[in-house]
């Protein structure tokens, strides 16, 4: 182990807190490619906005005999990305940069695909489709951060845990329409 102090001295901490206030929460110690983090970020900005919506489509537009567990099951699933969607627009603006919430583009910056369905189960799969999706690729950001951005690893980390909930919830209920 190196001989150096586990804490910077506290002298040196609060000189380097007044250089560049204007930042925020960036300060030097920061080590990742803010530009790169940020664009990430606004494609997985993307992709919970398009989760949002093809999940309140399935709310709207599920029929049937067991419509009502998927409906609620849908929307749910909705709230959550419509929070997940939230967290990643406040770290971009931590960050300093803008949520990219045009609607131009939206579909082709998402990592997930908006497919309608045109039954209850085809909703639920390309529901857990886009789920997977989610999952890897917020399992390769996770690892592209590492300690560069703990924050932003920490947050993606909480939501790729409800990720997987709602990949579960998805086998569960497509389970309860097969049977």
């Known amino acids: 182990m190196p001989d150096k102090p586990f804490l910077t001295d506290i002298k040196t901490l609060r000189e380097r807190a007044r250089k560049h206030i ?15 983090v940020i664009k990430i970020l606004n494609e997985a900005l993307a992709t919970e906005l398009v989760c949002v ?3 309140k489509r399935h709310y709207y537009m599920a029929e049937g005999f067991n419509a009502k567990g998927a409906q609620e099951e849908f929307l749910e699933h909705a709230r959550q990305e419509q929070q997940h969607a939230d967290q990643i627009a406040e770290r971009i603006t931590q960050l300093g940069g803008a949520p990219d919430f045009n609607p131009e583009g939206l579909a082709m910056r998402s990592h997930a695909e908006y497919v309608e369905g ?20 917020y399992g390769e950001i996770i690892r592209y951060l ?23 919830d998805l086998v569960g209920l497509m389970g309860n329409m097969a049977g």
């Open 118 to 137: 045109e039954n209850i189960m085809e909703m639920i799969k390309e529901d857990l489709i886009a789920e997977r999706i989610a999952i890897e690729s």
């Open 53 to 55: 919506l093809r999940y």
């Open 22 to 36: 204007e930042e925020g929460a960036v300060t030097g110690s920061y080590s990742a490619d803010r530009e790169t």
């Open 146 to 168: 590492g300690n560069d951005d703990p924050v932003t690893r920490r947050m993606l980390e909480e939501i790729l845990a409800t990720e997987e909930e709602h990949a579960d």
